[in-house]
């Protein structure tokens, strides 16, 4: 299995060969992994690459990654250490081009904001303020429960559009529901 810093350098990569290149802290790419990750447990039943999350303070964070890419601070890391990684399946490929197309366009601060306010994190670190240390470890069994019902929420929007288009259809036919517009 290919290890978090094989993802991160495809997601390095990814961010420099846009039509406008995209710089990436160390801090965007261990939360776009997350969310690799999450979404992988969620739709393939299987993690993208070996490796834990632990719930630190600035959010979900591989300790290994970290390491690698720790001298960097919060400037961007330069596209040189990016790496288009063949072996990644189609399906893994077009998974982390998702992930990338979802959430790259957010800043590291927002990331960091939103992974906080989702389960996976918040669960592993129980009791703790947001701004106490931790190691916690944060479960794939998490991480797949939490992405699985992301996953089936954006299933029902897309009924939820169907549903929508059927109505649009029927008022422009000149159909309408008694209910509409009147007080139940």
Known sequence: ??????????????????????PITHLQVQKLLYY????????????????????????????ELYARFKAFGSTPIPAAEGHVDETLSANERALVSWVWR?????????????THREAPWRDARGALSSDAPSNAPISDQ???????????????????????????????????????????
């Open 1 to 22: 299995m290919r290890s978090a810093e094989d993802i991160a350098r495809h997601l390095i990569a990814l961010a420099s060969v846009d039509s406008e290149p995209t």
């Open 36 to 63: 690799a990750r999450g979404w992988s447990l969620a739709l393939h039943e299987t993690p993208l690459f070996a490796g834990t999350f632990e719930a630190w303070t600035h959010g979900p964070a591989v300790r």
């Open 102 to 114: 979802r959430y790259g366009r957010f800043t590291a601060a927002a990331l960091r904001e939103m």
């Open 142 to 184: 998490s991480l797949h429960a939490y992405f699985r019902s992301l996953a089936e929420r954006e299933r029902r929007f897309q009924d939820d559009d169907a549903v929508l288009a059927a109505a649009i259809k029927d008022a422009r036919s000149g159909w309408h529901s008694p209910f509409i517009g009147s007080t139940l």
